[in-house]
């Protein structure tokens, strides 16, 4: 079905808060970021964010969310580029690390986030956006007789995506955010090469 112009207005006017809102809030601290700041960068009225938020804070929470699922949208890429199951979970594994660099992903995620939603919400969100996405990739790799076939991935899934959320913190408040992610790169390998199957 063709949608109205108005509908078509208002998912633009979203997208405009959405990019305006994104942009300062990389460069600038939450509290630091005015709303007057992200209609004038997005065009729009307040009465035109208010129309999409409820608040600066509920703006910001749609910013986190379109972050991450980016993110996600990135690993699945990274990972088709390989035909080896083992290989496409290393792959997305890794490029989530490389992700972690990017300092706007850090400030919004991790440097952010916590202080503003609440650190038990991010972690929560955290799991539930990665823990069917990490359970998948190791249930291939059961399913290819890579991962021992009685095994119960439960555990190895907890204990995976905890360890990528908490590389992800430690290369954020890294002072040398490189170093930080290549060990956590060849301690999150380790885990892996025990999962396999002998």
Sequence with gaps: MNKTRR???????????LKAA???LAKTSYADVSIDQICERARVTKGALYHHFKNKKDLFSAVFDQVENEMMVELAAAASQQSDPWKQAEAAFSAY???CLDKAYQK????EAPS???RDD???AGQNLGRE???AMLETLQNNGLIEPKLDLEMPTRLLLGMLMEA??????SETPEKAREEAWKTILRFIESLRAR
């Design 133 to 135: 996405t990490t359970r």
């Design 97 to 99: 690390l490389t992700k």
């Design 22 to 24: 994104r942009t300062l």
């Design 116 to 118: 503003i939603l609440g």
């Design 108 to 111: 919004i995620v991790f440097l």
């Design 7 to 17: 509908e078509e207005y208002s998912e633009a006017t979203q997208r405009a808060l």
């Design 168 to 173: 992800g913190l430690a290369i954020a408040e």
């Design 122 to 124: 991010v972690f929560r």
